[in-house]
């Protein structure tokens, strides 16, 4: 397939182009390479494919229309992934204007775009933020999930719904996939397991936010790779798909299996829970196992021991470098 890949610089976008390449897709990656954190890391990750013939990278923005439009009518797109975004529940609190921008306007120019060139197969990267505190564990799709806790989450749920239109509009084929806190070679830096890691690493004290009781359904970043991947296969009307572990881990627990993999004891420092943060995550994924053969494959120790091993050899080719 021929594949708009919008976001491929970043964490998850950069392993599903590696994945999609050796399967023999064509990428084209859309990526303002945005400063959300250090652009170098995407610019890095960018550099994993370059080389590929089947890569094209352009950096630009998803609210461009007529840059998109170009893309359109120079490539012949089979689908779109669409992975762009502005990521972070945190950040998010302080700037909804910017989410609401990125994530919603920036998912409509897309959508628009499909509909003139007669582009009419998405795969969309929602978040299992939508469900909030859900008062249904697992989180199940059959919940409204209309209780966003952030504007990012409210944004991701706004997005979905405009796929939904679309779908209805024009009939396209969208599946809206709801991650599950993801990790992995190529994290972003903000996210909880870098910043614990980096910071256990040169033993500085790590920030907890609450009392370690909160609990999230960690997803190895090559189980949300396959379930992209199998949902391009089926894509099919329009769907709402959980990605997730389906075992998820408090905080406290997390620590020690990070503590374990890097064989050195933390040290922390608690803050209250901040504001937009929902108490756990927990995703029921039989409907994505019965509609796409999902199945996390990756225990959270060892692929947070496969992390730790990548984050180690990166710094250590960047000692050698020096
Ligand atoms: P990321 O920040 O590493 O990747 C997002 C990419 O989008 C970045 O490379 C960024 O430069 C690009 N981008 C941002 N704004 C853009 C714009 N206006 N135009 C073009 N490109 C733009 O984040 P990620 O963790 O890889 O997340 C990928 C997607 O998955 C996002 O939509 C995110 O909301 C969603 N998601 C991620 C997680 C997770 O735990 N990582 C969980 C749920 C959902």
Not at 119 to 143: L, N
Not at 158 to 164: N, Q, S, T
Not at 281 to 303: M, N
């Amino acid at each position: 397939m021929n594949i708009l890949l919008t976001g491929g610089a970043g964490f998850i976008g950069s392993n599903l182009a590696r994945q999609l390449l050796k399967e023999g897709h064509q990428i084209i990656c859309l990526d303002n390479l945005d400063t959300y954190y250090n652009p170098d890391h995407k610019w890095r990750n960018v550099q994993q494919t370059l080389n590929n013939r089947d890569y094209h990278f352009h950096e630009g923005d998803i609210r461009d229309s007529e840059l998109v439009d170009t893309l359109f009518r120079t490539y012949a797109f089979d689908a779109v992934v669409h992975l762009a975004a502005r990521a972070g529940v945190r950040p998010s609190v302080q700037d909804p204007a910017l989410y609401y921008d990125v994530n919603v306007n920036g998912t409509l120019t897309l959508l628009q775009a499909m509909q003139r060139s007669g582009v009419s197969k998405m795969v969309f990267a929602s978040s299992s933020s939508v469900y909030g505190d859900s008062p249904q564990v697992p989180f199940v799709e059959t919940d409204t999930a209309d209780r966003p806790l952030s504007p990012y989450a409210a944004s991701k749920r706004a997005a979905e719904l405009l796929c939904h239109t679309f779908h209805h509009l024009y009939g396209f084929d969208i599946f809206c996939l709801r991650f599950f806190t993801v990790y992995g070679p190529n994290q972003r830096p903000e996210m909880a397991i870098s910043q614990f890691t980096d910071s256990i690493l040169n033993g500085q004290a790590i920030t907890v936010f609450g009392d370690g009781s909160t609990s999230r359904d960690y997803t190895y970043v090559d189980d949300i790779v396959s379930g992209i991947i199998r949902s391009l296969e089926n894509l099919r009307g329009y769907e709402v798909l959980n990605i997730g572990g389906s075992d998820p881990i408090s905080l406290a627990d997390l620590i020690q299996v990070i503590e374990r993999a890097l064989g050195e004891t933390a040290i922390i420092n608690r803050l209250p829970m901040q504001p937009g943060d929902v108490q756990q995550t927990y995703a029921d994924i039989t409907k994505a196992a019965q509609l796409l053969g999902y199945q996390p494959t990756v225990r959270v120790e060892d692929g947070i021991q496969q992390f730790v091993d990548w984050y180690r050899a990166r710094q250590d080719a960047r000692f050698v470098m020096q």
